[in-house]
Each structure stands twice: as C-alpha cells, then as structure tokens.
C-alpha cells in the first residue's frame, strides 16, 4: 500500500523524518519496502510568471513569450498553446530539465524565434492521462521561481508498506495513522463530517433485500439528488495521484479517496439507470451475465453474488460495477452504496474471474462493520462539497447480522511465560487500550477481559493480544534464550510400529536397495517348488486365481517372482528389499492365523554398478548379504549377530541362521541352483530374511547411553593368525573382546586369505588401542598388545605364523 505522509499527517501530528517512521513501522510489522516522491521527475520545473505575450511573427498558432521564474532576467519561450496571456503564473520547465514523458528541454530556435524552456500542460506534468487542451494555469497563491511540486502542495513523499494479509485494518491511512499515534504518543484526529440534508427520507425512496445474510451482514446506502459531476478539486486528484490511482470524476474520485483514507470500499450507482426502488443482494444464477465497469462480459456461477435493482444486476458484489448503472457526465442522482461482505465469497469471484480490485482487495481481508458509517457520511459530504447537490436525510439500509464485539480472556502472566521477557501488567493495560481494545478490572485469577476494537478482526484469541503486546514492546528487544526443558527422556512415547517399519524402510533405501512390494496372497505351487511344509499354509476361501490361492508365509516367493519378473525384463542387476507381513496357520489365534513381520533381502548380479572406475566381473555373494545384516544391526545399535550354518530350508545351500542377543532373527543363504533356474536366476542368487518383530522388541530394550568423544588419539597394530578349519572369524573376534585389554577399543577383520598349498587359512586382524585420559606410548601399546595376542592363543587353536 501507498502511504502518503502528509496525507498521515492530517490524522495524527507526526513530526519526524520519513526514516524514522519507516524503521518504526518495520519494527511494528508494517515493513516499509521503499520511500519515493511520486513527483520526482518534475522537482526540477518551476513556477513562471507571463511578463509578454506577442504573436509570433511567422506562425498563426505560436505565442512568443517573456517568461520570470525568479532569475536574472525574464526568459524568451515559444509556445503553442491557444490560453497562453500576460499576467498568468504558469509551470516552466527550463533549460535541461527532462520531463516525464523523457523531452529533456534544449535552448532552441523555433520559426527563426528563440525559445529557453517551455510553459507546460497538465498532460506533460504527467498530472493528468489525455492531452490537455492548453497549457496549465496556476492559482495566484503560487510563488514565482518555486518549484512545483512545493507550489501545489502535491505529496512529495510516499512510503511503500508491505501489509500481512492478517492486518486488513492497516490498508488505509487511518489504520496506519492508529499505528503511528500509539507508538509515539500522539493525538489521533478524524476529518470532521458534517453536511446538510433535505428532502423525503432515504429510507422511503429505496428498500434493500439481503438474500442471505452470511453473505452480506449489512448494506446500507444514501441518496443524493442534483449533483454536477465534472473534475475533482485539484487537491483531490494530486493527492490520488501521488498514490497511483487516476483520478476520474468528482462522484467517483470521493468514493476512492474515501476508500484509502478510510479502508471503506465504495460504490456509486447513477440512479436514474437504477430500475425500480429496490436494491437487492443476491446470489447469481447460474450461468447469468453482467458487463462491468471495464467492457468486459463476464459468466457468472451461483457462488458469485450480486448487486441488483428491481430488474436486473448492476454490480458484482466487492470487485466492481456494472456498466449499465455507471455515473456519467450528465448523472445528476447518486445512489452510494456502503456494505461488508462475506470475505471468502469475494475472494472467490475475483480470482475466478481474475479481476482483482483495490475494493476486492479488501474485501477479502474483511472490513470494519461499525466504521463503515463513518466512511459513508465522509463520502457523502466530500461529494457534497465537489459536486453540490443535495443529501436525503436518513438512509437506505439492512442488518440482518449486526456486529457483536469478541471477549478475549488476557494473562499478563501469560504474556510473560510466552515472550520470554517480564511484561509487566501496567505495560500490557497500556498498550492494548492504546490499540483500541477495551479492558475491565483484572480479576483475582489474574485474568483481564479484553474486547478488541471492530477494525482489528483479526484479534480472535489470547495468543494474538500477546502477539500485540510483544510487537509494540520490540520483538528485537528479547533477548534469544533457550527454553528449560522439564521432561525426562523416559518420559518419551515408545516409538510405533508404523515409524519403526519407516526407519526400516529409510535405512534399506539409504543401503542401496530397492523397494518391492508384493501380494500377500502367493500359489500353492510356488510353495511347493520351494518345500514350504503345508501345514503351516493359510489357504484363501475365494481365491482370485490359482496363483493367488494362499496367504504367503515367507517373503521369498514374492522376492523370487520379483526377481524373475526383472531378469526376463533384462534387468539382472538386483538389490531389492520387502518389508511387510507373513501369514502362517495357527489354530489358536482368533482368526486361525498368525501374522509376524518380515524383512527379505534379495541379491542377483554384478556387485558393483557397470562402467569406469567400479572392478568387472565380480557377482554378489555371501558377504554382500551378511554386510547388509550387520549393517541393520550396526544402524539400530545392538550388538554383534552370531552365524551358525543350518539345513533347515533344502532350497538353501548354504545357509546361516543369524541370532542377536539369544534371539533368533532369520536365515541368510544362496538359493539352490536348480530352484533358482525356475526364477531366470543367471548368477548365484542371495537371499535374506528377518523377523523384524523380534528385531523390534530388541531395539526397544534398548537404553540410550552416552559415551564422551575420545580426546587422545588411538594406537592400531595388526595381528596375523593361522586359523585352522572350524576356527571361525567370529570366534576369533569374541576371543578379543574377552581378554579385556585394559586399553583395548576396538578389533576389526581386515584380510582373509589361504596359501597356495596350506590347510589353515590365514586371518589378519587390525586392533585399536586408547587411553582415555593420556597419549599412549610405544611401549604401553606392546605390552597390552602382546598380552592380548596370548590370550587368544591359549583360547584357540590358533598359531602366529
């Protein structure tokens, strides 16, 4: 929004610079996006006194003209225009000024005459949009030499103010004036309106009938009888153009200027083309059509609502007029309509329409019911005042929805707890009366009853009248700190299934893998080729097919088809993940079956992605899979997993039953290549399967520790072991951490491999060593080292080669 300071100056005595009111309005929320003088580009013009006016000697039509704007000497100026006569006061744009239109102004010769500058129309001051008919004429008030922006008083200094969609009472200058009086203390003063009235009263001339009220709470609208519509009074039309809007008639003028000092849109009807003596407000029909003020057609839906006479619609209700009731240059009744209309219902028909207005615009923020009146008579009396004519006493009007002002319960104590800084109770009183807010006694709870002004629609609850109270006392004068917090971490929510199966999920993803997601409904055949005993199977009594005739009670079936499904695609290179539930038959259970959780993991082909700088030729195999599983297992903090060879599954050659924590969690193996040919299978096929509910009650008996970030910087040495067969890595590794190295951290695997022609293979270990509290030394390390070395060895049958 456009804020003229003068303009703000005529309601409240500010009397600092532009600055300082920009950062004050900025701290209160209404940023101050830029500060500009609309009249910039004719600062440089002045005003002229007509000494001479002669004929120019070689034109009919051109005056030569002798012209004192306050310097030495009068200066020569050609000039065309027909009004031109000694003894006028005129604006002069000398020598090297540029005007809006871009003419920079040279010293030359027109027809042989010499010519320094040029006496300006209205029209080439930018003051006005058509071609002026002669040059523009100054009041004698003005001032020879004075630059005219000064002369005619015009608002040279606008601040653009960004407005939150919650401050609606802030688009006006009104609203901000109230900002402005009760930041620096100061008066507020309204433009006194009083006018006279004759004539039948308003109410026996024009009866208004609201369809539905929701959508129109209040209209009311005054009569005006004789009036001579023509061009505003110039301080009218300054003021309007300094804030971007163009100036158009008198009647109409009033209605705009209203509607920025005051927030209150407006609308003038010609009531002669009003047909019968009855406004309505209804709701369009669908499908039915009105020309607005613009020309243009407009399809309207039953949603729209509308302004009608007795006959026809004559406006769309809060964005804009019809064409067919517009004040022309020969209306001399007026009807002036003032309503409040439902915000969403407005907000709809201009987007729909793509026809946004100033009157739209704040419509759709709301508008202040009560103040309405005020609006209404303010108009009245400057169309009174620029127009003549005469006022019917009394109004026009209907209110089937009046007003009723909110109570808002406030805290001061609350205030306080919210903010984070002590708002002391006189401070709060304070500012909340000054914002317009009613206030009654405190009460003994400490709770204050508030009833907010009608133009602040958006004060609904306690949170906003502290919103208040921190805005006027400085948000940038609280200091940041952080909040207590009071809640124990035993007092969390334990974590759903749902977001356990989500962090399952993510992990997977972030793995490399891939989701597939399967029916949970498989065929008794494709249990069959995999050995699943029958009587653990869930049959399905109306099955869709036979391939979908029993619930699943593994992942694998799923996982293989989805593999067969890829490969015949000639997508070989597989890394794909199920998480969902397996159905087994359990006769004890209320439904016959029992439904557990599942993981299934599933590798086919090349290790690595194809191209340059991945190895070729390497297909995934059992440490692909078995990393994966540590890799869950490391993620979710438990221990190390134990891996025992089993034969449980025939179509899995090898497999390894994995156990964490003496719980069973499932199976690792390769499927058998007979039963992987029946998938398409090209390269060893690997599958995982684990029983996340057991994974879950594992990791919510999990208590969360904390272990300080080492200070001192870790020792590592290397230790090669001849592993005989039988002798696993896990047991090797167990056998580290059991010998509890006072300074030991840590054992890690870091090459495995069998000399050509030996037995025993060889397993070389790298173990970290730390001191909690100091840098170790050589000496320190090899003693603990070697320690620990013959432990292992009087454990194992392992030798140091």
């Excluded at 054992?747 to 293979?761: F, M, N, Q, S």
Aim: with cysteine.
């Amino acid at each position: 929004m456009l804020l003229s300071l003068a303009w703000l100056r005529e309601f409240t005595p500010y009397d600092g610079t532009p600055e300082a009111l920009a950062a004050r309005l900025t701290m209160l929320g209404l940023e101050i996006e830029e500060i500009k003088n609309p009249f910039e580009a004719i600062m440089a013009v002045v005003v002229g006194r007509v000494v001479t006016r002669e004929a120019h000697p070689d034109s009919d039509h051109l005056s030569c003209c002798t012209v004192d704007v306050g310097g030495p000497a009068a200066l020569p100026i050609v000039c065309g225009a027909a009004n031109v006569a000694a003894g006028q006061l005129v604006p002069v744009a000398t020598v090297g000024v540029t005007l809006p239109g871009g003419l920079t102004i040279k010293k030359s010769k027109i027809r042989g005459q010499v010519s320094e500058g040029m006496i300006c129309s209205e029209s080439e001051l930018g003051l006005a949009e058509g071609k002026s008919a002669g040059i523009m004429v100054l009041p004698e008030t003005c001032v020879v030499g004075q630059a005219l922006p000064e002369a005619l008083c015009l608002d040279t200094c606008v601040l653009d103010v960004s407005i939150t969609p919650n401050r609606a009472d802030c688009l006006s200058v009104l609203g901000i004036a109230r900002e402005t009086a009760m930041v620096f203390d100061l008066p507020l003063t309204l433009p006194e309106v009083a006018y006279a009235e004759s004539g039948p009263d308003a109410a026996t001339q024009v009866a208004i009938a609201i369809e539905d009220p929701e959508q129109c709470p209040v209209y009311r609208a005054k009569l005006l009888q004789g009036v001579k519509v023509g061009p505003s009074p110039d301080r009218i039309r300054w003021r309007l153009l300094a804030i971007g809007q163009r100036p158009i008639s008198n009647i109409v003028d009033a209605t705009n200027y209203v509607l920025f000092e005051l927030g209150q849109p407006l609308h003038a009807f010609d009531r002669a083309k009003l047909a019968g003596s009855v406004v309505k407000v209804r709701n369009a029909a669908e499908g039915e059509k009105i020309v607005t003020l613009d020309g243009q057609e407009r399809l309207l839906t039953a949603r729209d609502l509308l302004i009608c006479d007795a006959e026809k619609p004559v406006a769309l209700a809060g964005v804009m007029g019809g064409a067919n009731s517009e004040m022309g240059q020969d209306s001399a009744d007026v009807l002036l309509e003032c309503a409040i209309f439902r915000p969403g219902a407005i907000r709809k028909t201009a987007r729909r329409l793509s026809l946004p207005s100033e009157a739209s615009y704040r419509f759709e923020r709301g508008v202040d019911q009560v103040g309405s009146v005020y609006a209404m008579h303010r108009a009245v009396s400057l169309m009174l005042e620029t127009a003549g004519g005469t006022a019917l006493p009394g109004e026009a009007s209907a209110e089937p929805k009046p007003f009723v002002p909110r109570g808002i319960g406030f805290r001061p104590a609350r205030a306080s707890l919210l903010l984070g800084e002590d708002m002391p109770e006189e401070f709060c009183r304070k500012t909340l009366t000054a914002l317009g807010c009613e206030l009654t006694e405190t009460d003994p709870s400490g709770a204050v009853a508030v009833t907010p002004p009608s133009f602040r629609l958006d004060l609904e609850r306690e949170a906003d009248l502290i919103e208040e109270v921190g805005r006027v006392y400085g948000l940038d004068r609280i200091a940041p700190k952080l909040p207590r917090v009071s809640k124990s971490l035993d007092d969390a929510a334990p974590e759903t299934e749902f977001a356990f199966w989500a962090r399952l999920r993510a992990w997977c993803v972030g793995a490399g893998l891939r989701e597939a997601v399967n029916y949970s409904f498989v065929g008794h055949g494709d249990l069959d080729l995999l050995c699943l005993d029958a009587a653990c199977r869930v049959s399905v009594a109306n099955p869709l097919s036979e391939d979908q005739n029993v619930m699943r009670p593994m992942l694998a079936p799923g996982l293989l088809g989805s593999v067969r499904h890829n490969i015949s695609q000639g997508n070989a290179n597989l890394r794909l993940f199920e998480v969902a539930r397996i159905f087994t038959a359990d006769a004890e259970a209320e439904s016959s079956a029992r439904e557990a959780g599942r993981l299934g993991v599933v590798l086919h082909g090349a290790r690595h992605p194809e191209g340059w700088p991945w190895p070729k030729d390497e297909v995934a195999g059992y440490a692909d899979v078995k990393g994966l599983v540590e890799g869950l297992l490391r993620h979710f903090h438990l221990p190390e997993a134990e891996y025992a060879r089993a034969d449980e599954l025939p179509w899995l050659a090898p497999q390894v039953v994995v156990t964490c924590c003496g719980k069973r969690l499932g199976l690792i193996g390769q499927v058998a290549p007979e039963t992987a040919d029946a998938f398409h299978a090209r390269s060893p096929l690997w599958l995982a399967e684990l029983d996340i509910d057991a994974l879950r009650v594992l990791v919510d008996g999990l208590k969360p520790g904390f272990t300080p970030l080492p200070g001192f910087p870790p020792v590592r040495r290397d230790i090669t072991l001849a592993a005989p067969e039988g002798v696993t890595v896990g047991a090797v590794l167990a056998a580290v951490r059991e010998a509890k190295a006072p300074i030991f951290e840590d054992v890690l695997l870091i090459d495995a491999y069998t000399p050509e022609g030996a037995v025993e293979r060889r397993l070389t270990f790298r173990i970290t060593y730390r001191h909690p509290e100091k840098t170790l030394k050589d000496k320190d390390v090899d003693k603990v080292h070697e320690s620990l070395a013959q432990a292992v060895l009087a454990r194992l049958p392992v030798t140091r080669p």
